[in-house]
């Protein structure tokens, strides 16, 4: 009986909660927090009796990074989570708001693999554009001049070629 | 009570987390971000302050290096803050949008460059370089120096892949030098020494390619011309080209803010003039008119060249997959391995070269054997043939090659220029 109760206790003990910015509280196994290098620095540092605030994330993007640690947290085939990953990867790019969320938060909280997943997939989304289409889908002023675009033509690189 | 602080704490933990992170992801700055912390005053107030005063004075500090954090580089020539600029992408944070650009491929640097100023200058920075090497991202890019016949030394860097073509601007190094001895590091090509109006120097120059500037590095202690040079374990290593006699006859550089250190050396081994250079699994190996000499660097030791690997490497050279290859007598591609002591011939590449590759020259290109030569077309250009080759290992203890990809160079030189050299960097 009593080696139950010391197993429950650590089963217990492994459990941590989260608290986003719009005060959504998450409990979660410590493995799969731990998947983020900045709460897994705050646990080693802090433990994990009280709840951790995650002030800069809210509680649906806190909600979707979980998700994708927990995934992440099972050790399961390559294949497996390369697939999974694609199909987080579709899901979130269809929200350009969301996915923009999904990416901040993610370097803030420090998850090195969904941070590089997430690069790669915003990085997909430059290929084949000129510069204009890309000035023009993230808003950014051309503040280039004649001279300097053809010392950079003439310096840099080859042919002009869409990427 | 005790819950509160605790989150004073916890919220205090997170937001060091975070901005060491951010201090600490590029290797470029980590030892200036740590060099200021344990130098400033504020730091050792710090350990006596309460967390909550220890918070705002490392926020404060903090603050203060993301301001030093000044990337300049060049843009039309004159270098730029990039902390002026306006930021890559509006709606995001510059140290993700770089996440971002990282993993683009090299070969569209030049449209993203033509965004904006800040993508420009981003995209030649060294901290754009530092963050796709340690995404072990970075690519070979082939520099290859031409000599005209009016004497003037050009550098072209050449992406075989997926345009062979280079824009026909050269590059050339603020010192004429010639008979000077290359070495890479990274993406960084050091050209060391060479003759200067007739006189050998001591000066170093250093392209970086990801800019695509000459700069000078730290001189040598002697000058040299037609030494040998060679980058092993970061480090840049220079022999022969002097007088024999010089202690300094080899040297040592280290990179990133060292000198030069002289590198101990017996008498009997120092040459003047050096043939040809490799490195091959942490020994540095030389050839000289008749005989040559292995420098262990480990184990600083000395020692003469294999009788087989002397008597047929030919002076150009390069090491592939652990392997020394050169042309033998017939102009015909063979490698060499160091630990059999054994010449193997290439076999499969017949068809794809030419029958003479007396003159060509060597390199390791990316785990890929790179050939340049000169191709016999009538032309009023030279024109320059450039091929990628796998060489894999076969059963019967031979080489066999496959040429991945040929490619003709038209670099708008005249005839009779000449590559005196050509080297890969990674960038």
């Not at chain 2, 005053?41 to 030093?68: D, R």
């Amino acid at each position: 009986m009593a080696t139950i109760i010391t197993k429950e206790q650590q089963e217990k003990e492994k459990m941590v909660t989260l608290v986003s910015s719009d005060s959504e509280k998450f409990v979660v196994e410590q493995k799969v927090a731990e998947k983020s290098h900045v709460i897994k620095m705050v646990m080693n540092c802090c433990g994990i009796e009280s709840p951790i605030p995650v002030r800069r994330v809210k509680g649906d993007i806190l909600k979707s990074i979980l998700e994708y640690c927990e995934k992440h947290s099972k050790g399961e085939a390559q294949e497996v989570m390369e697939k999974w990953d694609k199909e987080y990867m579709d899901k979130a790019e269809k929200d350009l708001v969301f996915f923009h969320d999904l990416m901040l938060a993610s370097h803030f909280l420090h998850i090195q693999e969904l941070v590089d997943l997430i690069a790669v997939t915003f990085a997909g989304m430059l290929k084949m554009k000129s510069p204009e289409e890309i000035r023009q889908k993230f808003n950014i002023n051309n503040d280039l001049t004649k001279e300097q675009e053809e010392h950079i033509m003439t310096t840099f690189g080859w042919a002009f070629q869409p990427i | 009570k005790s819950e509160k602080s605790n989150i004073v704490q916890t919220e205090f933990c997170l937001y060091l987390c975070r901005s060491f992170n951010f201090n600490n992801k590029f290797g470029y700055h980590n030892d200036h971000t740590r060099y200021h912390c344990a130098t400033d005053p504020a730091f050792s107030k710090a350990k006596k302050l309460n967390t909550k005063q220890m918070g705002s004075t490392i926020i404060n500090m903090i603050h203060k290096f993301q301001l030093q954090r000044n990337i300049v580089t060049p843009v039309n020539g004159e270098p730029m803050a990039f902390s002026a600029l306006p930021p890559l992408v509006p709606f995001l944070p510059d140290e993700i949008s770089i996440q971002i650009l990282a993993r683009l491929s090299r070969s569209s640097h030049t449209t993203l460059s033509l965004v904006s100023r800040s993508w420009c200058s981003i995209l030649r920075s060294q901290l754009l370089v530092a963050l796709r090497s340690s995404l072990h991202l970075s690519s070979p890019l082939l520099l290859l120096n031409v000599r005209t016949p009016s004497g003037s030394s050009l550098w072209f860097p050449v992406d075989p892949l997926p345009n062979p073509n280079p824009n026909l601007n050269p590059s050339l190094p603020s010192l004429p030098v010639s008979g000077a001895a290359t070495a890479t590091l990274g993406h960084e090509l050091y050209l060391l020494g060479g003759s200067l109006n007739g006189i050998p120097s001591a000066v170093v120059q250093i392209f970086d390619a990801a800019s695509r500037r000459w700069s000078l590095g730290p001189r040598m202690s002697t000058g040299r011309e037609f030494s040998a040079a060679a980058a092993l374990n970061g480090r840049i290593y220079a022999a022969g080209g002097c007088t024999p006699s010089a202690s300094t006859w080899a040297e040592v550089l280290h990179p990133g803010g060292g000198g030069w250190d002289m590198v101990p050396s017996p008498s009997e081994v120092r040459e003047r003039w050096m043939h040809g250079c490799a490195v091959i699994g942490g020994r540095i190996l030389v050839v000289v008119d008749r005989g040559g000499v292995v420098f262990d660097a480990e184990a600083g030791k000395w020692g003469p060249v294999p009788k087989k690997l002397d008597l047929g490497w030919r002076g150009r050279a390069a090491v592939v997959e652990g392997l020394l290859f050169t042309y033998d007598y017939l102009g015909k591609i063979r490698g060499y391995d160091l630990e059999a002591d054994q010449w193997l011939t290439v076999g499969g590449v017949e068809k794809g070269l030419p029958r003479f590759l007396h003159g060509a020259t060597l390199a390791n290109y990316g785990g890929l054997l790179c050939l340049v030569w000169e191709s016999r077309a009538q032309r009023k250009d030279m024109e320059i043939m450039c091929a990628g080759m796998r060489i894999s290992r076969t059963e019967a203890k031979g080489l066999v090659g496959e040429i991945l990809w040929k490619e003709k160079l038209v670099l708008g030189v005249p005839k009779r220029s000449y590559i005196a050299h050509c080297v890969t960097v990674d960038l």
